[in-house]
């Protein structure tokens, strides 16, 4: 990723590194190697010095505390080492304010069409999720220059794009965007603008001056109110424009599940018939496969609902004659 000596280019673990220590899929956190450091969780006891050297992904296990454990390993607590990608980083990162997540993101990634080398414009920073996605996927020689007005938050950003290994492609600035719209210096030099911003309609003059021709703007807003207006703001200046609602739906999967399926369905349906036992969840298809073999599919509970629409824009090509 990062051409110098960074976590997220290199296979090692050294002390100063930032490393995600993955305990299950929803118990993640980032912590600063140090020598002599020392990791204490549910598992026991974990010590910096046994990870310095390893691969990132490496699966470490505990000192002390439960004796030897399977394969003489002392404590026998494990957790795992993770390299602090984009992905990891939007899942273990302080959150200072709302941030988009990696459904949303990787719909931004895609849309605005970043390849390396691409030069983007943000604003609002907020805690850098979306940020450290954008810095990835222009590296390792296009550049991203990030806008918040607060001044705490710019220098939290700044010191987490430290942690993470994306300093080189990441420039924080503190500047109010919809009072002041993006500087002059970028004028005509962008490839791509990101507003998460409460009133975006305010800067959308100024990213038509900030983007290439061609270039793609999107603005995230969590009210269908709110993109009414942007999308009024861009009709001068921009063409194409479409707006996205992601809604992410997780489904549990079970086979073999055909004991307690029959069980479920009977207390709803009463008794089914000995030879067309056949589970379906509620407005869902159950894919039965086999003989006596079934998978059992069901929507997650937890499934995570609306965050906001993603509005994306490209802007309108003029000819020399008619640019004003
Ligand atoms: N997209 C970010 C992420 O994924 O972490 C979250 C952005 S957060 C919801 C919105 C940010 O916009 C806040 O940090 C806020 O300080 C900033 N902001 C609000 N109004 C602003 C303005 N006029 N100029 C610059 N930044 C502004």
């Known amino acids: 990723l990062d051409p110098s000596d960074k976590p997220t280019s290199r296979r090692f673990i050294a002390e100063g590194d930032t490393v995600v220590v993955y305990e299950r899929h929803d118990a993640m956190r980032a912590v600063a190697v140090r020598a002599g450091g020392v990791l204490q969780n549910r598992f026991g006891v974990f010590r910096h ?11 470490v296990f505990s000192t002390g505390g439960g004796g030897k454990g399977a394969g003489g390993r002392a404590g026998g607590g494990f957790v795992h080492l993770l390299a602090p990608t984009p992905e990891l980083w939007t899942l273990v990162l302080s959150h200072r304010t709302q941030i988009l997540y990696i459904a949303d993101i990787s719909l931004v990634v895609a849309y605005l069409e970043l390849v390396p080398g691409c030069v983007v414009l943000e604003s609002g920073t907020g805690s850098g999720s979306l940020t450290t ?11 991203v220059h990030t806008f918040d007005f607060h001044e705490q938050r710019a220098a939290s950003a700044r010191e987490d794009f430290e942690k993470n290994g994306l300093s080189s492609l990441i420039t924080v600035n503190v500047r ?3 009072g002041e719209g993006f500087p002059k210096e970028h004028h005509g030099a962008a490839d791509a603008v990101f507003l998460d911003l409460p009133q975006p309609w305010l800067a959308i003059p100024s990213v038509g001056l900030m983007l290439k021709q061609d270039g793609v703007l999107c603005s995230f807003s969590p009210c269908i109110e709110q993109v009414q207006r942007a999308c009024e703001a861009m009709r001068t200046h921009f063409t194409d424009i479409r707006t996205f609602e992601i809604l992410l739906r997780a489904y549990e999967v079970r086979d073999g599940a055909l004991k307690s399926a029959i069980a479920d369905e009977e207390a709803t349906v009463g008794p089914l018939p000995q030879k067309r036992r056949k589970f379906t969840a509620p407005g869902e298809n159950t894919d039965c496969t086999q003989k006596n073999s079934y998978i059992l599919v069901r929507p997650c509970s937890t499934a995570r609902g609306h965050t906001g629409y993603l509005t994306f824009a490209r802007r309108l090509v003029y000819n020399s004659q008619t640019e004003s």
């Open 49 to 59: 010095d046994d990870w310095i050297g390893r691969p990132f992904g490496s699966k």
């Open 133 to 143: 996605s954008l810095a990835r996927a222009v590296a390792p020689h296009g550049h």
């Open 176 to 178: 109010d965007i919809q």
